[in-house]
Structures are given as structure tokens and as C-alpha cells.
């Protein structure tokens, strides 16, 4: 294959503003409309199932303004109230016009699963021309369908030789994956690439990937300072920390850096050399992490760092040792509204159902951190899982109530869904319905596998405990969806088997 020439650089993605939304035929839905929902009537106007009794009756938490309020009003207080005020009726089930979800059987939105399935099926087909600002992204949105519909309990089999197909074309000669064919190869797209291939979970999804190239590439975005840039020359912040992590840990490359990364002449001998002490040097004043050192604390960049720590070892052993647990999880519930329930990325902003993962996700890996592993000193295998640091009914309320569009998931109300929301909401609804341990790796079974470097995201359990039961139980069986691993955000053994498939591969 000759090099391309030159390769375009592909446009560092600021996902929120790549992802558009829904393709031009769903804006004729009435969710284009969704503002007219919210003409307040009488509850005797409102049909039989939409008032207050038939929706279950609504904690005043969920269902109430905040009580306490900062009586400054400024633009940030009025977009806040807003917000307030466009979720309620979705929450509360009053003063909706032209929305009839069925409600399960604690009175509050099913998951529409068959709808969000067929809005990730489209995700995966053509697009009309006003897509071509998203060309650069194709590789997101096959992880964010194929993920969400792995979610979702959904059979993707069919999909993985087209997936690999078009993953193989964006593969560049020098390592790395672009965002198409003959773009400069990126870590984001490259990220997705590993993710796909292990959600494909086949030898033939595994092996199209050029680890040894992979390999190579990797070693020039290696930094002086620890972290990772995110292509040649581009930015370096948490995401390079993570993505590359998830790609050396997955793919069983060697940590030693190739003989020609440019960071070797600044005495960096391996991946993780200054990465964790990099990555320390990210958490910001307020306790979250920033995409780089002095940035603001950002959900997004947050969940990066943490993902990336829980790579490098155990939850309890990294997040202790190079953060500051106790702002970092006054920070995370500082993150979550009431009455909205839902998630919001950074101080004074709005909630946003992407978050229910960049946020949400967070919280196995803190609570992980805080309880230590299962079979250790301060907890006895079966005992009870530790209270959660969190409000898994509120984001359950907020996702079920407000994220769910007509087809597919969205951000708030007033958004059009999306594939990106759609996936992230999904993952986020799978993290507030499964409890998720760290298995110290001391059972017999557990002793032989996943012992060599960076094997510690293959050492999680889920905790059989039924968080959709008792009080503040707001969702049923048919609402679930899938566990995950919690560091690597794929479908539950996905992540393991590769990397158990290359821990059986002798050299590259
Ligand atoms: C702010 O958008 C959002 C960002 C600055 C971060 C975007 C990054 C990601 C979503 C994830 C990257 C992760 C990987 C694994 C590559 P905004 O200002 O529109 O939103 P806000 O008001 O909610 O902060
Ligand atoms: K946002
Ligand atoms: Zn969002």
C-alpha cells in the first residue's frame, strides 16, 4: 500500500459540536415540535393517563424546584431555570400536550428499546450530504451504534465485516487509524478501532489491526511530560491518556517505547513513564480533571482520567495515590441536579444525557476505589456492596424521563436525539443499574490470567445485588440494559477476551 499524499489532518473533534443531530427526515417528528409540549394546561385538560395519579406520584426532589436559590440572576441562572423548567413536565408526566410514553410499572417511562435499536440500525446507513461536517467522526459513530446496540441486548454479529471493512480502509501504513481513508492518523479514531474490534469478537475482528504499527505510531505520540498527544503535533490531554492506554492494554502491546519516539531522547523509556504523575498534575482546584494541567474540570476529561488510572493498576491503589479522592467526589455529586435528576459536565453548566456516562461512569471507579477489592481486608467476598456515592434513581428518572426521544436518546428535552447521546445515555443507565466490584485477582481461578502489565481493567465483577429493588426503585427488568466493563465502556467479557487472544499471540 503507498503512502497517502499528503494526508489531510483530521479535524480535532469536539464531539458536542460534530454531533448534530438526527438525520434531516427526523426533523419532521414531533420532536422537532418538542417546545409545544410544554404549554402549561389544567391537569382537567390533561387526557387520563397523563396526569399526576397516572404517572406515579414523584418525589418532591424529582418533581419540585430546588428550594434553596441564589437570588442573583445572570445568563448561566436563567438557562439553569430553564432547563428546570423544561424538564419538569417530562419528569413529572404533567403538562406534557402530545407525549404518551408507556410507563412501567412504577409509573415512569419504559425504555423504548425496539425505537432506540432502530435509530442505531439507521445510524449505521447513509448519510444525506448536510452529514459531510461529520465525515471525520464515521469511526465514532460506528462505536457509539455498535456499543449502543450491544447495550441495548442486541445481536451485532452481522455488522462486524462491514465494521472491519471500514475500519481496515482508514488504517494508515505508518500505524494508527484516521478518520477515513488517507486521513492523518488520530487517537480517537484509533481508539474506536480497538473498541469495534473487541465488541466484534472475532479473530477476524481482532487481526485486521496492525498492532506492530500500532506499536510505532503510538511511540511518536509519547511526550516528554508523560502524557499523549492526539496525533502528530496535536493537542496532549487526558483523552491521549486514556485512549492510548486502552488501545497499548488491550491490544498486549509491549510497553517499551520503539526505538525512534521522539520522547526516548528525554529519557523516556516506556508508555507509562510520567503518566500517572501527568495525568495527578490534571486535577483541578475544584477536584474534577481538566483535558491538561490548569484547564477546568470537565466530565468528559474526568471519566478519561480516571479510565486511565484504572488501567495502570488497581482503582484503590491509583485514584488514592495520584488524585485528591475527597474533592474529586465532592466534585462528581456536585455534577447532579435536582429536579432534574441527570448530569451535568462542569461547575454552573446544564445537564446533559451524555453525561449520564461521563459523569455517571465515574462513580464505579471512585466507589471501586473508596471500598477497595472485594476479596481484600476491608471487604469479605459476598458482603454487602457500600452504599452508593450517588443518585442511581435520579439519573435512572432523568434518563427514562428526559434523554428518551421518539427514536434514539438525546441531551435535554429541547435536543434532537443522537448517536452520541444515544450511546451515552445507554451506558449511563447500564452503570446506575449494575454494581460493579474490583476483583484483587487472589481467587484461585484469577490467579493465573491477566497478571502481566496494565492487566488491572480485566479484574471487574459485577456485585449481584438488585439495585432496581426497594425505595426509590424506578425501573423494571424490561428497562435494563446490559452490564459493561466499567474502564473500557464495552459489552460485559468483551474487553477480557481480547486481551486474553493477544496474551496468546507470541511477539506481534
Ligand atoms: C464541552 O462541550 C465538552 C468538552 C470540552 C469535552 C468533549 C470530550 C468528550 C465528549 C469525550 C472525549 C473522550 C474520549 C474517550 C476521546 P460543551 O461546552 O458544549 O458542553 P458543556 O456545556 O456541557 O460543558
Ligand atoms: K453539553
Ligand atoms: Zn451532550
Avoid at 65 to 85: A, M
Amino acid at each position: 500500500m503507498s503512502s497517502p499524499t499528503p494526508p489531510p489532518e483530521t479535524p480535532s473533534a469536539n464531539l458536542e459540536e460534530l454531533v448534530i443531530g438526527p438525520r434531516v427526515e427526523e426533523l419532521s417528528d414531533s420532536d422537532a415540535k418538542v417546545d409545544d409540549d410544554f404549554e402549561s394546561i389544567s391537569d382537567d385538560e390533561l387526557p387520563p393517563e397523563l396526569t399526576r395519579t397516572a404517572w406515579a406520584s414523584v418525589p418532591e426532589l424529582f418533581s419540585c424546584p430546588p428550594p434553596i436559590r441564589d437570588e442573583l440572576e445572570t445568563q448561566t441562572s436563567k438557562l439553569q431555570d430553564k432547563t428546570v423548567q423544561e424538564c419538569l413536565p417530562f419528569l413529572t408526566g404533567k403538562g406534557l400536550k402530545d407525549w404518551q410514553p408507556q410507563l412501567n410499572s412504577r409509573g415512569i417511562p419504559k425504555l423504548s428499546r425496539a425505537a432506540h435499536v432502530e435509530f442505531l440500525q439507521d445510524a449505521l446507513g447513509d448519510y444525506p450530504p448536510q452529514f459531510a461536517v461529520m465525515d471525520a467522526s464515521r469511526m465514532w459513530i460506528l462505536y457509539w451504534a455498535l456499543a449502543g446496540l450491544s447495550f441495548l441486548g442486541e445481536d451485532i454479529s452481522e455488522y462486524v465485516e462491514s465494521m472491519v471493512y471500514t475500519f481496515d480502509a482508514a488504517q494508515h501504513p505508518d500505524g494508527g487509524f484516521g478518520g477515513g481513508h488517507g486521513q492523518l492518523a488520530h487517537l480517537a479514531p484509533s481508539y474506536t478501532a480497538v473498541l469495534c474490534a473487541a465488541m466484534g469478537a472475532t479473530s477476524n475482528s481482532y487481526d485486521f489491526i496492525d498492532r506492530k504499527a500500532m506499536w510505532h505510531w503510538l511511540g511518536r505520540m509519547k511526550q516528554a511530560s508523560g502524557g499523549f498527544s492526539m496525533c502528530a503535533d496535536g493537542e496532549v490531554d487526558t483523552r491521549g491518556a486514556f485512549c492510548a492506554l486502552v488501545i497499548i492494554s488491550l491490544l498486549n502491546l509491549p510497553l517499551e517505547l520503539p526505538p525512534e519516539s521522539p520522547a526516548k531522547k528525554d529519557g523516556v523509556e516506556t508508555f507509562t513513564d510520567g503518566l500517572a504523575d501527568w495525568i495527578a498534575s490534571c486535577q483541578s482546584y475544584e477536584g474534577g480533571i481538566g483535558g491538561a494541567p490548569g484547564n477546568e474540570a470537565h466530565g468528559a476529561y474526568t471519566f478519561c482520567a480516571l479510565g486511565a488510572l484504572c488501567i495502570l493498576g488497581p482503582p484503590h491503589e491509583t485514584i488514592p495515590r495520584y488524585l485528591n479522592v475527597a474533592t474529586l467526589a465532592s466534585w462528581l455529586s456536585s455534577r447532579q441536579y435536582a429536579p432534574e435528576g441527570g448530569l451535568a459536565g462542569r461547575t454552573n453548566k446544564l445537564v446533559d444525557g451524555c453525561y449520564s456516562h461521563w459523569i455517571g461512569g465515574c462513580w464505579a471507579l471512585v466507589e471501586a476505589a473508596v471500598a477497595g477489592p472485594r476479596d481484600g481486608a476491608s471487604r469479605k467476598p459476598g458482603a454487602e456492596a457500600p452504599p452508593s456515592l450517588w443518585s442511581r434513581e435520579g439519573l435512572v428518572r432523568y434518563i427514562l424521563c428526559c434523554a428518551q426521544g421518539h427514536y434514539g436518546l438525546r441531551d435535554k428535552p429541547s435536543k434532537h436525539p443522537d448517536a452520541y447521546h444515544t450511546c451515552y445515555n445507554l451506558a449511563g443507565l447500564s452503570s446506575a443499574q449494575h454494581v460493579y466490584s474490583y476483583d484483587g485477582g487472589q481467587t484461585e481461578a484469577e490467579e493465573e490470567e491477566f497478571q502481566g502489565p496494565l492487566s488491572a481493567g480485566f479484574h471487574w465483577r459485577t456485585e449481584d445485588v438488585e439495585v432496581g429493588e426497594g425505595e426509590g426503585a424506578v425501573f423494571d427488568e424490561g428497562d435494563m440494559v446490559n452490564p459493561m466493563n466499567p474502564v473500557y465502556v464495552v459489552p460485559w467479557g468483551c474487553a477480557e477476551n481480547m486481551r486474553r487472544y493477544f496474551e496468546g499471540k507470541v511477539g506481534f
